[in-house]
């Protein structure tokens, strides 16, 4: 099985632009799709990214994904950082009958 | 408005075994693959298990393989984790998700506490 690494946290100030990124351990990151999920203190997930770069109905267009073959890792970059973007996000990403999530990246807006 | 919700979470001591259910609205619930996905506490998400939209294929994770059982009646739009010899590292919040194709996670529910603790 592979894994997904992101960074433990992520800081940056209100307006501003912040990638988070999720590599993938083993197998081409271009071999399947990518989703994020955002998760508020005390909420579910939600999906904010579908299939590497597609927004969900909802989404703003301040998310964007990406991925990166050269590197095999994927981004997600969210533009105009509002505070109530303060959140965990995890990449997924699957292998076959295998899904697995990244460990999650703390975003603080300060 | 698609609504899923967890329930038959509680305390059970090491050993010992609990069945969650999910019920469905707002969605086809007969056509649609769904998982159950974990979160210890403090801890990132987990995938549990998976089952298809007939319930003909189901696939677990290693950690559960052989403990835990996803199951599904679409006649009542509701999903079941039975959980058998249950370990205290099983400790987490369990969310029951729709699965919007084969890769994404799309619609989860609230979560249901399992705490295993002697």
């Known amino acids: 099985n592979f894994m997904l690494t992101q960074p433990h946290s992520v800081s940056e100030s209100p307006g501003k632009t912040v990638t988070i990124s999720c590599t993938r351990s083993s197998g081409s990151i271009a071999n399947n799709y990518v989703q994020w999920y955002q998760q508020r203190p005390g909420s579910s997930p939600t999906n904010v990214i579908y299939e590497d770069n597609q927004r969900p109905s909802g989404v703003p267009d301040r998310f964007s994904g990406s991925i990166d073959s050269s590197s095999n890792s994927a981004s997600l970059t969210i533009s105009g950082l509002k505070t109530e973007d303060e959140a965990d996000y995890y990449c997924q990403s699957s292998d076959s009958v295998i899904w697995v999530f990244g460990g999650g990246t703390k975003l603080t807006v300060l | 408005q698609i609504h899923l919700v967890e329930s038959g979470g509680g305390g059970v001591q090491p050993g010992g075994s609990l069945r969650l259910s999910c019920t469905v609205s707002?969605?086809?619930?007969?056509?649609?693959?769904m998982h159950w996905v974990r979160q210890a506490p403090g801890k990132g998400q987990e995938w549990v298990a998976f089952i298809r939209y007939d319930g003909s294929s189901k696939f677990y994770a290693d950690s559960v393989k052989g403990r835990f059982t996803i199951s599904r009646d679409n006649s009542k739009n509701t999903l079941y984790l039975q959980m058998k010899s249950l370990r205290t590292e099983d400790t987490a919040v369990y969310y029951c998700v729709k699965a919007a194709d084969s890769e994404t996670f799309d619609i989860w529910g609230q979560g249901t506490m399992v705490t295993v603790s002697s």
């Open positions: 707002g969605f086809t619930f007969s056509a649609s693959g």
